[in-house]
């Protein structure tokens, strides 16, 4: 059972759009660096056999240390204005549309917030899709798979995909990109409210505590990893692969294509790939991603019954 429809009700969705979209973009700050190091242990040794190719990535701390090095301590932070740019532009419309779902009564039903999150986290994954393609090529620059010569700034960014490639060319990866992102938003924001409601239940914790909130999001960040990092792979790969003069992958036809070929020429464990560093980079955006959207709507209901 989710906690959150009646809060729901007493924060109008557009607040949901801005505090979704602030909350998130403050925990991006934070875990840029692992989407970074978690990037570059994906693309490395793409299509090839375990073994036949040199791993310049070796776990988690030793790619920090290898990035640093070969990019210095602002390479961790590479393609922070495009992460920034796809967290606003996604989280913002998710929440809102979750909200708005909530607000209709879905999460009232039977896997209705699991409904909701899903249709929600397609819906802010299309809409992001552009400043995600840029922020997953930023920071994989070491390697020849990224053929554009990008600019300084992220508008530069997207202005070479757009000259060189159409306006087609800016949702290039999006049929990786959808998937990916529904299927994270739909266990996150449904074991967040049903882990924050068992919590609560418990009363192991004051019940307005933000360590509720925290605890919540802890559980619901092993089940948004679960579910997430195969996704996560192939989305990675497609935003990634070379492209033709039409803007078409030369690697990959599609989701599907990309599932078969690493399955069959890496191994299927091959999709869960930089697990380590996706769980650093995923498990505390989510924490922290659904610990300020909380507080922050905590926040804003304080202030409307003061207003009141």
Aim: net charge positive; with cysteine; hydrophobic share 45%.
């Amino acid at each position: 059972m989710a906690p959150g429809p009646e809060a729901m009700e007493t924060v109008p969705p557009a607040v949901d759009l801005v505090l979704g979209a602030s909350a998130c973009c403050l925990a991006c700050v934070f875990t840029n660096p692992l989407e970074v190091v978690k990037t570059r242990l994906q693309l490395q040794g793409e299509l090839q056999a375990r073994g036949t190719y040199p791993r310049l990535y070796r776990g988690f701390v030793a790619s920090v240390v290898a990035v640093a090095r070969a990019d210095g301590l602002c390479g961790l932070q590479k393609g922070l204005a495009a992460g920034l740019l796809y967290q606003g532009l996604m989280n913002g419309v998710r929440f809102y549309c979750y909200s708005l779902a909530c607000q209709a009564g879905l999460s009232q039903q039977p896997g209705g917030t699991v409904v909701a999150g899903a249709v929600a986290g397609a819906l802010g994954a299309f809409v992001g899709s552009p400043a995600y393609l840029v922020s997953a090529l930023s920071p994989s620059t070491p390697y020849p798979v990224t053929q554009l010569a990008w600019g300084r700034h992220l508008l530069g960014a997207l202005e070479t995909i757009w000259r060189q490639q159409g306006l087609a060319g800016l949702w290039r990866g999006v049929g990786g990109a959808v998937p990916r992102v529904m299927v994270g938003s739909a266990a996150q924001l449904a074991t967040f409210a049903s882990a924050k409601a068992w919590v609560q239940e418990r009363q192991w914790l004051p019940e307005d505590s933000w360590l509720v909130a925290l605890a919540g999001g802890m559980i619901s960040s092993v089940a948004v990893v679960a579910v997430m990092t195969p996704f996560d792979v192939v989305s990675t790969r497609l935003y990634n692969q070379p492209v033709d003069g039409a803007g078409r992958g030369k690697l990959y036809g599609g989701l599907a294509d990309c599932l078969v070929k690493i399955w069959r020429q890496e191994g299927p464990l091959a999709l869960y790939k930089g697990l380590g560093p996706v769980y650093l980079r995923l498990g505390p955006h989510t924490i922290l991603s659904m610990l300020f959207w909380d507080e922050l709507r905590k926040l804003a209901r304080r202030g409307q019954h003061q207003g009141s």
